[in-house]
Protein backbone atom coordinates (compact mmCIF):
# COMPACT_ATOMS: atom_id res chain seq x y z
CA UNK A 1 0.00 0.00 0.00
CA UNK A 2 1.35 3.60 -1.16
CA UNK A 3 1.20 6.39 1.00
CA UNK A 4 2.13 10.18 0.47
CA UNK A 5 3.68 11.84 3.72
CA UNK A 6 1.49 14.01 4.87
CA UNK A 7 4.92 16.77 4.76
CA UNK A 8 6.59 16.54 2.05
CA UNK A 9 4.13 14.28 -0.41
CA UNK A 10 6.32 11.94 -1.30
CA UNK A 11 4.86 8.59 -2.06
CA UNK A 12 6.45 5.82 0.29
CA UNK A 13 4.97 2.24 1.18
CA UNK A 14 3.28 2.00 3.89
CA UNK A 15 4.97 -0.17 6.48
CA UNK A 16 4.74 -1.22 9.94
CA UNK A 17 8.09 -1.55 10.49
CA UNK A 18 8.48 2.46 9.06
CA UNK A 19 8.51 4.11 13.32
CA UNK A 20 7.87 7.18 11.50
CA UNK A 21 4.60 6.48 9.14
CA UNK A 22 2.76 7.88 7.67
CA UNK A 23 5.23 10.30 7.41
CA UNK A 24 8.53 9.18 5.44
CA UNK A 25 11.17 10.20 7.48
CA UNK A 26 12.03 11.08 11.20
CA UNK A 27 12.76 14.64 9.16
CA UNK A 28 9.16 15.12 8.33
CA UNK A 29 7.77 13.41 11.44
CA UNK A 30 9.76 16.31 13.09
CA UNK A 31 8.81 19.12 10.98
CA UNK A 32 5.05 18.02 11.48
CA UNK A 33 5.47 17.92 15.38
CA UNK A 34 6.91 21.81 15.04
CA UNK A 35 3.72 22.98 12.81
CA UNK A 36 1.73 21.16 15.76
CA UNK A 37 3.31 23.26 18.61
CA UNK A 38 3.35 26.58 16.67
CA UNK A 39 0.74 29.03 16.28
CA UNK A 40 -1.51 27.30 13.96
CA UNK A 41 -2.63 24.79 16.15
CA UNK A 42 -1.55 26.10 20.00
CA UNK A 43 -4.82 28.48 19.05
CA UNK A 44 -7.69 25.94 18.50
CA UNK A 45 -6.06 24.13 21.89
CA UNK A 46 -6.56 27.53 23.63
CA UNK A 47 -10.26 28.10 22.62
CA UNK A 48 -10.27 24.51 23.72
CA UNK A 49 -9.20 25.24 27.37
CA UNK A 50 -11.52 28.25 27.45
CA UNK A 51 -14.85 26.43 26.56
CA UNK A 52 -13.62 24.08 29.36
CA UNK A 53 -13.33 26.15 31.99
CA UNK A 54 -16.70 27.84 30.65
CA UNK A 55 -18.39 24.90 30.98
CA UNK A 56 -21.19 25.15 33.21
CA UNK A 57 -20.74 21.72 35.38
CA UNK A 58 -16.75 22.86 35.90
CA UNK A 59 -17.87 26.44 37.24
CA UNK A 60 -20.53 25.10 39.47
CA UNK A 61 -17.74 22.82 40.79
CA UNK A 62 -15.25 25.46 40.87
CA UNK A 63 -17.73 27.86 42.71
CA UNK A 64 -18.41 24.92 45.27
CA UNK A 65 -15.39 24.79 46.10
CA UNK A 66 -15.11 28.88 47.15
CA UNK A 67 -15.09 29.74 50.64
CA UNK A 68 -17.90 30.84 51.95
CA UNK A 69 -17.30 34.64 52.12
CA UNK A 70 -15.57 34.51 48.90
CA UNK A 71 -19.32 36.43 47.59
CA UNK A 72 -19.17 38.67 50.64
CA UNK A 73 -17.92 42.29 49.39
ZN1 LIG B 1 8.23 13.22 3.88
Redesign the pocket.
Known sequence: MKVD?P????S?EWDSSNPYRP???K??QLIDLGEWTSESHAIPLKDEQSEILLDPESVEEMLSQMPDDFFKE
Not at 7 to 10: E, G, I, S, V
Open positions: CQCHKIFCSRC
